[in-house]
């Protein structure tokens, strides 16, 4: 039985591949010659992967056919101590004979006795790669063999390998290590480089490497040229790295051919911080959000992957299945964006019907924007605690922690300002240089309450060494979102981390903005920022003078908890109270009133 996607192929050759299965392999051999040219032949003329399993007594167990430059694999009962018994041998249409990222990383996830990768063009085989399982300082690696000639390949004695690395097995205690290890790529800007640092550290991803290229021609093939990737690909190898991290933004084509040369897994910035997001999301606003930029990422993307999946068929004049799925792919992406925006959208219009709600309250709004990670959801977490309006705040404290994009979630919050009014404090998602513009995007319906701000306190780390690049980030972002008019305090976090030289190059460099040196952690000036707070709202309350009776005395303490109390004297017909007085409290004592000054 042959495994994988057979669609198209003609009968009479899955019935050549079919009878693989009569074929005894000798155990010391990777594979027989006659099913090597086999495979090679067949893989040529259908353009495909063909991928047989064989196991110690030289049996095939498993022969599939692949799709879209992949095979499947057969099921494996993976043992502690030992290899899983299955040598497994692909062909590689495109000519190279090298193994892939995700090659290597079969042959060590299911303990592989070894992994063959067969390079095959046209008319011949190019040359043979053969990965085994290795151990190093009690951990799981692989070592690569090749690219081998046909007769060094077929005359290889793998049984001999295979037993050393057994023996290793059983006599060490191995480590299985299933951490990343990333090399950044940046071009000629260690700054950047540095925060691509934080975000793979917030994934999890732990930095053995940097790579950089002073480039200013973007190469469309490799982005840093080929010469470079293969230097790359060499370093990849000297750090041990199983993740290549670029810090500019790629496309499919550059993607797939550095995955070639460096027989690595490649990923770019946007990819990563799309994974941040994954991960943290927690409210199904958020995870739709996300979802709708990766979808939006990888539909912009197809293209340099389609150009993959048409070696799987065709020939000139024809729509092999190869470009049926990359049309397939399309149409499920643009269905699947759809249904999220729909599902967006109905989110969108609660959250109007909330803010409607808030307006007609008379409620001013106040929005926390900033870079990820300078403290938002810390000034939040710390003005709902000792201001709260709704005594919520304790029990529904936003995650703050020291972590890139900790808050994806907006959260508003009801808080009483010193003028007695109340105000919703809304705390948003962080901005980040680089900010991928599908996350804008998708993120607009929670971004939008910057928007819909009365005041925006803009939150900055003073303590940062970047942290002019940070404040530029976030007012591009906001002029993107329209918001950029709004009136806005710049709140200088941390203060008490940062230098007196930091701190006076700021007051320089931003001495037009409204600015205050707070400290969520230490409470430095928190007071003072809610009366600037109050000094930069709207002011819609207005000064009246009521006479309420002694038999309504209730009205007076009302005024007293939710007004500010300008004078009050006891007259004989009832109690005299000039107050300044928000839209809600002039409408609830408007029977009472007497005089507006």
């Known amino acids: 039985m042959i495994n994988g996607n057979t669609d198209g192929i003609k009968d009479y050759i899955l019935k050549e591949l079919d009878s693989l299965h009569d074929i005894r392999v000798t155990k010391s051999k990777l594979i027989e010659e006659e099913m090597l040219i086999l495979i090679a032949d067949i893989s040529s003329r259908i353009n495909r992967e063909i991928n047989i399993a064989i196991d110690r007594k030289g049996n095939v167990v498993e022969i599939s056919i692949g799709d879209s430059g992949s095979v499947e ?23 190279r004979s090298k193994l892939s990222n995700i090659d290597i990383s079969a042959l060590v996830k299911l303990k592989l006795d070894c992994i063959a990768a067969v390079g095959i063009t046209e008319d011949k085989i190019t040359g043979v790669s053969i990965g085994f399982c290795n151990v190093e300082n009690n ?3 692989y070592e690569i ?8 390949a077929l005359d290889y004695d793998i049984l001999n390998r ?35 640092a934080e975000l793979a550290k917030a994934c999890n991803v732990e930095v053995v490497g940097r790579f950089m290229q002073k480039k200013n021609r973007i190469d469309s093939c490799y982005f840093i040229g080929s010469g470079k990737a293969q230097e790359l690909s060499i370093f990849k190898q000297l750090k041990r790295a199983n993740l290549i991290i670029f810090d500019e933004e790629l496309n499919g084509i550059q993607v797939r051919n550095l995955e070639e040369i460096t027989s690595c897994k490649v990923i ?14 927690k409210t199904r606003e958020a995870k739709i959000q996300v979802e709708l930029a990766q979808l939006k990422y990888r539909s912009g993307r197809l293209l340099g992957f389609g150009t993959t999946m048409s070696r799987t068929g065709g020939g000139v004049g024809t729509k092999g299945p190869g470009e049926k799925k990359l049309e397939i792919d399309r149409r499920r992406i643009k269905e699947a964006i759809y249904t999220l925006k729909q599902e967006l959208e109905k989110i969108r219009k609660t959250r109007e019907v909330q803010r409607e709600k808030r307006e007609e309250s008379g409620i001013p709004k106040v929005s926390l924007v900033g870079y990820t990670n300078v403290g938002k959801s810390t000034l939040r977490n710390l003005l709902s605690d000792m201001y709260s309006a709704d005594n919520t705040s304790k029990k529904e404290a936003v995650f703050a922690e020291n972590m890139l994009f900790a808050t994806l979630d907006t959260t508003t919050r009801a ?35 910057v928007s819909f701000a009365d005041l925006i306190v803009h939150v900055v780390d003073a303590s940062s060494e970047t942290v002019e690049e940070e404040i530029t980030a976030v007012e591009n972002v906001l002029r993107e979102l329209g918001a950029d008019d709004k009136p806005m305090i710049l709140a200088l976090n941390k203060c008490d981390r940062a230098t007196e030289e930091q701190k006076k190059n700021l007051e320089e460099k931003f001495k037009d903005f409204t600015l205050l040196e707070i400290s969520a952690k230490t409470g430095e000036n928190i007071s003072e920022l809610l009366e600037m707070i109050v000094e930069k709202l709207p002011q819609t309350t207005k000064v009246c003078e009521y006479l309420i ?3 309504d ?22 109690i005299r109270v000039t107050a300044i007085v928000n839209k809600e409290v002039f409408n609830r004592c408007e029977k009472y009133l007497v005089d507006i000054k």
């Open 415 to 449: 808080i009483n300002l010193p003028d007695k009014r109340i105000a919703s404090l809304t705390d948003t998602v962080g901005f980040v240089r680089k900010l991928p513009h599908e996350l804008v995007e998708a993120f607009k319906s929670t971004l939008e309450e």
């Open 553 to 574: 005395s209730s009205v007076g303490a009302y005024l007293h908890r939710n007004a500010i109390i300008q004078s009050e004297n006891y007259e004989g017909d009832g």
């Open 139 to 141: 951990n799981l690696t």
């Open 549 to 551: 009776p002694y038999s």
């Open 268 to 281: 770019d910035r946007t990819i990563l911080i799309l994974e941040i997001f994954a991960r943290r999301a």
């Open 145 to 152: 063999s090749g690219p081998l000639g046909i007769k060094e």
């Open 73 to 95: 694999l057969p099921i494996m009962d993976i043992k502690e101590r030992r290899l899983s018994g299955i040598r497994v041998i692909h062909t590689h249409p495109s000519g």
């Open 162 to 196: 295979i037993e050393i690395i057994e023996n290793l097995l059983r006599t060490r205690e191995i480590v299985e290590d299933d951490k990343e290890y990333a090399i950044l790529v940046g071009i000629d800007d260690e700054k950047s480089l540095d925060e691509l």
